[in-house]
Structures are given as C-alpha cells and as structure tokens.
C-alpha cells in the first residue's frame, strides 16, 4: 500500500457470490420443502375422502333399508356421512363422535388449507352436494361421481365408479 493512500474495506466480487449462491440453495430447500408438505396435504386427505367414500359404501352395503351418503357442503371446508333418512345429520362414531371432517380441524387439523367439492354426479341441494350409495354399494345417481380436492400445490381427484361403487384416486396435478 502506498504511504499515505487509505484502504477501502468492502466485500470482493467473489465473497458476494458465494454468499448469493449459498443463499439461492438455502431458498431453493425451503421453497421444494413447502411444496411436498403441500403435496402431501392433499394426498393425506384423498385418502381420508377414499376411506370414508368406502366406509360410506360399506354401511349402505350393511342397512340397506337406510343407505348412507357423504354430504359435502358449499363451503369446501370438509364433509360428513350420514344416513339418506336425516341427510343434515351426521352419523356417529363408534366413539359417539360425529362422523364429520372439517379441514384444518381436529382430526383434519394438519389439512389446513385444502378445499373439497364434488365436481360431477352425485345429487344437490340448497346446503350443498352428496355422493349416496344405494344398498349394493352403487352411486345412486347416473355417471360416475367426481370430488376435487385442492390447495395450492395442485388438485386430486377420487372418482366413484356408478357401477360398481369403486373409488379411485389421481394423482396430485400442479
């Protein structure tokens, strides 16, 4: 340095680039790491809608005389079962709790965030949608029923086969 010049401190061109990669891959963890937990909401309640869809199916199958629905309100914030008699009414638990799940409510609390409707088939009313099985487990009305769940990290859709009383689920679309 030469005598009597001040030296300027600062950051080079190369620490500055490191610290903006290090912090480009510190962003781009956290940003894949919000997405799958995102994903994974969705695929979580597909399963739960399945299980209850089939639960649904199963109870009609049993009490042919009173057949059981899943009743999807115009809110999209979750559903219930109930029996085609009291279909406003949710049916109980072995537990004696109500066989309703809200999302972002316990059981459902960790699905926060995810929207449910029946996109086709099924029957409706004033308070919203239904998927009802008839007593051999069929959907009652004609074509397949279709709920999408959804949340930012895409859509699933569970089809109930009128037939048979199947359900399917997609996979997550973005």
Aim: charge should be neutral; glycine fraction near 10%.
């Amino acid at each position: 340095m030469r005598p009597g010049a001040s030296r300027v401190s600062g950051f080079t061109l190369t620490e500055m680039l490191i610290v903006s990669a290090v912090l480009a891959a510190a962003a781009a963890v956290v940003i894949s790491t919000l997405g799958a937990t995102e994903r994974a909401k969705l695929n979580a309640a597909s399963s739960m809608v399945a299980s209850d869809l089939e639960q649904a199916r199963l109870l009609s199958i049993s009490d042919t005389t009173d057949t059981t629905l899943v009743r999807i309100p115009s809110s999209g914030a979750g559903y219930w079962l109930a029996r085609s008699a009291a279909v406003a009414t949710p049916i109980k638990r072995t537990d004696t709790q109500d066989y309703a799940v809200t999302f972002g409510v316990a059981p459902a609390d960790a699905l926060a965030g995810v929207a449910i409707a029946l996109t086709a088939g099924g029957s409706s009313d004033a308070g919203g949608k239904a998927v009802t099985f008839d007593g051999f487990g069929r959907v009652v009305t004609a074509g397949d029923a279709a709920i999408t769940l959804s949340n930012p990290s895409g859509s699933v859709v569970i089809t109930v086969l009128n037939g048979t009383g199947d359900v399917l689920i997609s996979r997550a679309t973005p």
